[in-house]
C-alpha cells in the first residue's frame, strides 16, 4: 500500500476555482483509476489556501498509471496554475 500527501499553496483569489478542478480530479480519479482506494481534498483549518490532497493506492504500479492517465495529465497543469508557491508531495509506506 502507498500513500500519498500533496500539499498545494493556492492564491487566495483562485480556491475556488482550484476546488473546482480537484472535485474533477477526484470523481475521475475514483471512478477511472484501478488501485485507487481514498483519493481526498482537505483544506487547513488555519489557512484557507493550504489544500491537500491524501491519497491511498493498492501499489506503486497502480499511482503510476494514475500519473500518466488523461485526466491527470490535463488537470493538475491547471491546478498548478493557481499556486503561489510549488506545492509538496510526499510518498510513504507503512513502516510499522
Not at 26 to 54: A, P, R, S, W
Not at 55 to 81: I, N, Y
Request: charged residues 35%; contains cysteine.
Amino acid at each position: 500500500m502507498v500513500k500519498v500527501v500533496a500539499k498545494n499553496f493556492i492564491k487566495e483569489e483562485k480556491i475556488e476555482d482550484f476546488l473546482k478542478i480537484s472535485k474533477e480530479l477526484v470523481e475521475l480519479t475514483v471512478t477511472q483509476d484501478k488501485g485507487c482506494i481514498k483519493y481526498e481534498m482537505y483544506q487547513d483549518l488555519n489557512d484557507k489556501t493550504i489544500l491537500t490532497m491524501i491519497e491511498e493506492w493498492e501499489s506503486m504500479e497502480f499511482l503510476q498509471k494514475h500519473m500518466q492517465s488523461k485526466h491527470f495529465k490535463r488537470l493538475v497543469p491547471m491546478m498548478g496554475e493557481y499556486s503561489k508557491k510549488q506545492g509538496e508531495t510526499n510518498i510513504y509506506t507503512k513502516a510499522v
